[in-house]
């Protein structure tokens, strides 16, 4: 699985580990003073030779792969030359599958193919020796540190927390990869869209820009319609959601008796852990057709692909969101309140009403704000339950698009990277990002004060 | 006047507690529906019509002189075999019903309630027992869908003859099969044991389950160690300055992400950038180890920070340094709490497909994956595939993937409630 030089490291660290301890035993009074115990200095030794000779042996493959990938390039007879960048990329990978032994159907010069074929091995010999060489030399090395001066468990435990400080800087670098590879595609949308056009254009079809040279070949990406659909849903969504999940949340905080609340609350959290894939299956297969059913019977049309399937499936999903952080906020809200207010003679409907829900309020209202967002971000059940057609509407029966369908539209099966199409997905994209971003930092914000309040 | 305000509101308190309970009822009345409206589609998905085909495994045309060299019987005609069984049960119908002719029309509809790939189960048979060559035995074949469907009533005949995909010769067909006692009914075997296919009743869901089974593995073994690394760190290590309190804000902003942006940075980054192939386990489990990673980090450090802080001090009061205290008294102590939180994480990425359909992993793919370089789909993304099929075979297969999917995610998070109850420590 892996190659060669791996085990040599593997074993020349084992093997380091166990001289270095020998070593410091024979080197070092334990009692007296120490950097550490035998097993610090085995460590020291371990990881003075395999940290640096795996990091070079991996930079060495991947820098090889890259010059040997130009030079290539490079060594391709001019009238093989593509026009495309897209071609050449191609000619490239089946000069590689050919010079790997496979067979391929396009035409390949040979020249390129002999010249791949004896970069690659030098660079295997080059890379396999180095690095054997490198980790004996840092083996040496390391035997020769060994020393009562040393402090070995120190300079180990400066190693782990380096380890554990790059693997936290890990969630940091995923953030920026999400904005940067967003803004990277999405400046290169706004040099053929106007920033304009898409913020206010009333007209989103995608599908014009697939050719080049074609009449309105920029195709329309005003992206109202877009947003129209998804805040359409979401509406629907939440209508059905914030009552339930509120009245929920209240039932149980403040009526329900303990076990009731022990069985209930998981129950409700099962809502949470479906796959969303399932709802889709649910809204298309099921709520989809009965209420396109019911419609026809009462005497409308309605598509079955209408918004309100898809916002009262979504609405279902998000009603756990809803109850069990509003849940949380009530049952924070300080029991002397509540007293205060049966003191002065309230029922508890009563309280819960002039005292509790303003008290609680902030919360409650981050608890929807989540929730929208959520709603927002959803991806399988639109994808699945609503419609493809961007249509400026209010009409829930009708069926509209959403952002997250879009999306997924632009960028399925679009092998070629680079057409307007896809940097719109890009785009939306980032207006989506920045859309939930905001909302969960005001709801993140709103909760942490108010939990502050009364702790 | 002072009671009829009392009885007032005390009847607008009995309405408050009745919104409540309504409220709580109907979410429970959703869940059932949800959940039932798919068991009671996909419980029909786990069984499958077979059909005993009386097939003559004619010598001439398996193995003409005999010499039972596997590969040339594996060569022959199996077509030729698989249609004159299938026409000789047409005869047998006609010579019941006094019909003399068979139009062309006629035996393409009566192919078509077999499975297309009826030759195929035939040249198995014989290839598992070559002593039946010549003989004349009885195989048990799949039907296709259609009569599948048919007999499980999913198929409604009161409509108009046109509008249905069954016309009335392949009903009166497969009555007479039923009459004749050639149809069987049983448990649903290719459906877990083969990958995707074309035909409904040929389709299974291995490819996906092991597609899925690599996608967690390598979510897991990038997102489990950097997860609890950077826990730790945050919770015992970190100094409180700036750059902590960045990283902290970022993770549960992260959290909140919609999985499909994670699919946009897997598409650019991954796959473009560093160029990843395409549908591969490999690169779809690294996007979903991104997207856990702040459900594993928020409940590591959950799970440490709940170990008592006498603990530490009592570690380092016998002289050991502050890594030693963690890595030896904390961690261990929190172990329980950091594995229950990655199962659930591990759930969620489980059960997730928008950030896969951006990374190519929802696509037609007939070969169970050997790695996770291989083209391959998932669980929740088979069951998207198949609900977009027009054929209505597919409609129960797709309810009962999802059975297993559930499944799957119930096996988890059991677990993951079990492991707290048995370790949980109250301090």
Redesign the interface.
């Known amino acids: 699985m892996f190659s060669l030089p791996i085990y040599f490291i593997i074993f020349i660290g084992f093997f380091s580990y166990l001289f270095g301890k020998n070593r410091s035993k024979k080197k070092i009074l334990f009692k007296k003073n120490s950097g550490g115990q035998a097993d610090h200095y085995g460590y020291y030794c371990l990881i003075w030779v395999t940290v640096p000779s795996t990091i070079f042996f991996l930079c060495w493959q991947i820098a090889s792969n890259y010059i040997i990938e130009i030079s290539t390039l490079e060594s391709i007879p001019l009238e093989f030359i593509p026009e495309e960048d897209s071609l050449k990329k191609l000619l490239l990978e089946n000069i590689i599958v050919v010079a790997e032994g496979g067979s391929s159907l396009a035409k390949v010069p040979k020249i390129s193919v002999d010249n791949y074929k004896e970069l690659k091995f030098f660079s295997m010999v080059g890379g396999y020796s180095c690095t054997i060489i490198l980790s004996i030399i840092l083996c040496l090395v390391s035997f020769r540190k060994i020393d009562p001066s040393l402090m070995a468990?120190n300079v180990i435990?400066r190693f782990?927390?380096s380890?554990?400080?790059i693997?936290?800087?890990?969630?940091?670098l995923?953030?920026i990869?999400?904005i940067m590879?967003?803004i990277?595609?999405t400046t290169k949308f706004f040099n053929n869209v106007s920033f304009f056009d898409y913020f206010f254009g009333l007209q989103w079809s995608p599908q014009t820009a697939l050719r080049e040279g074609q009449v309105a070949s920029e195709g329309a990406f005003g992206a109202i319609p877009v947003f129209a659909g998804t805040f359409l849903i979401t509406i629907i969504a939440m209508f059905l959601a914030g009552?339930?999940?509120?009245?929920?949340a209240?039932?149980?905080a403040e009526?329900?008796s303990p076990l009731t609340r022990k069985i209930?609350k998981p129950?409700?959290e099962?809502?949470a852990?479906?796959?969303?894939?399932?709802?889709?299956?649910?809204a298309?297969?099921?709520v989809g057709p009965f209420i396109r059913r019911t419609c026809e019977d009462l005497g409308f049309s309605a598509s079955s692909e209408s918004a309100l399937a898809a916002g009262l499936v979504m609405g279902?999903m998000i009603?756990p969101f809803i109850?069990s952080l509003s849940d949380d906020v009530i049952s924070a809200v300080p029991q002397n309140l509540r007293e205060a207010s049966y003191g002065v003679g309230a029922?508890?409907?009563?309280t819960?009403?002039k005292v509790i829900i303003p008290a609680a309020l902030p919360g409650i209202v981050a608890s929807f704000m989540?929730a929208i967002?959520?709603a927002?971000?959803?991806?399988?059940i639109v994808?699945?339950a609503a419609g493809l057609s961007a249509r400026l509407t209010a009409n829930p029966l009708e069926s509209v698009t959403t952002v997250?369908v879009q999306?997924?539209t632009l960028?399925?099966g679009d092998h070629e990277?680079d057409s307007t199409k896809t940097m719109a997905?890009?785009a939306l994209?980032i207006t989506?990002?920045s859309m939930?971003?905001l909302l969960?930092?005001i709801a993140?914000r709103v909760v942490k004060k108010y939990r502050e309040k009364y702790e | 006047m002072n009671k009829e305000f009392l009885n007032k509101?005390?009847k607008?308190?009995k309405r408050?507690?009745l919104?409540?309970?309504?409220?709580?009822s109907?979410?429970?009345i959703?869940?059932v529906?949800?959940l039932g409206?798919?068991l009671l589609?996909g419980i029909s998905g786990f069984y499958t019509t077979n059909i005993f085909l009386t097939t003559n495994l004619s010598q001439e045309i398996i193995d003409p002189e005999n010499k039972k060299n596997v590969e040339e019987i594996y060569k022959s005609s199996w077509r030729k075999i698989a249609r004159n069984s299938i026409y000789d049960v047409l005869s047998a119908f006609n010579k019941s019903k006094n019909i003399d002719k068979i139009s062309r029309k006629d035996k393409r509809d009566f192919l078509k309630l077999f499975s297309r790939s009826s030759e195929f189960y035939i040249r198995d048979f014989t290839l598992e027992n070559l002593d039946s060559i010549g003989k004349e035995v009885k195989i048990s074949i799949p039907s296709s869908s259609l009569v599948d469907q048919f007999l499980k009533g999913k198929i409604n005949i009161a409509v108009n003859e046109d509008d249905r995909p069954i016309n009335d010769k392949q009903i009166s067909w497969i009555n007479f099969m039923v009459e004749n006692k050639m149809i069987e009914r049983k448990f649903n075997i290719n459906f877990f044991y083969k990958g995707d296919s074309r035909n409904a009743e040929e389709a299974g869901i291995l490819g996906a389950i092991v597609g899925s089974f690599f996608v967690i593995l390598v979510a897991i073994i990038v997102a489990f160690?950097?997860?609890v690394?950077?826990a730790?760190?945050?919770e015992e290590?970190?100094p409180k300055n700036k750059i902590t309190n960045?990283?902290e804000v970022?993770?549960?902003?992260?959290a909140?992400?919609?999985?499909?942006?994670?699919g946009?940075?897997g598409?650019?980054?991954f796959l473009?950038f560093f160029g990843l192939p395409r549908s591969s386990p490999l690169a779809g489990g690294l996007v979903l180890a991104?997207m856990t990673?702040?459900t594993i980090?928020i409940s590591s450090r959950v799970a440490i920070k709940s170990v008592p802080p006498s603990i530490r001090e009592a570690a380092m009061g016998i002289g050991a340094?502050?890594?030693q205290s963690v890595f030896h008294h904390v961690i261990p102590l929190a172990v329980p709490g950091i594995l229950t939180g990655t199962i659930i994480g591990m759930?969620r990425a489980?059960?997730?497909?928008?950030p896969l359909?951006?990374m190519?992993m929802?696509a037609f793919i007939v070969d169970v994956p050997q790695s996770i370089t291989d083209p391959s789909t998932v669980l929740?993304?088979q069951?998207?595939l198949w609900?977009d099929q027009p054929e209505r075979g597919f409609?129960e297969k797709?309810?009962a993937a999802?059975i297993i999917?559930?499944v799957f995610?119930l096996t988890m998070?059991a677990l993951a409630v079990f492991l707290r109850y048995k370790y949980e420590r109250k301090w």
Request: aromatic share 10%; hydrophobic share 60%; no cysteine.
């Open positions: 468990k435990e782990i927390l380890v554990l400080f693997s936290s800087v890990i969630a940091i995923t953030t990869g999400i590879s967003l990277f595609e009552p339930i999940g509120l009245f929920s209240i039932y149980l009526y329900a209930i129950t409700i099962v809502l852990g479906v796959p969303t894939v399932v709802y889709g299956f649910f298309a297969l099921v279902i009603i109850s029922t508890k409907s009563e819960i009403k989540l967002s959520r927002i971000g959803e991806t399988m994808v699945m997250t999306i997924v960028l399925v990277f997905a890009f994209g989506l990002f939930t971003l969960n930092i993140l | 509101r005390y607008k308190e408050f507690i919104i409540g309970r309504v409220a709580v109907l979410t429970i959703f869940l529906i949800l409206s798919i589609r160690p950097v997860g690394m950077s730790i760190y945050l290590f970190a960045i990283i970022n993770i549960n902003n992260l909140a992400v919609p999985s499909i942006v994670f946009l940075l598409l650019a980054i473009n991104l990673l702040p980090i340094s502050k890594m759930a489980l059960g997730e497909t928008a359909l951006m190519g929802v929740p993304a069951i998207f609900s409609e797709t309810a999802t999917l559930l995610l998070n």
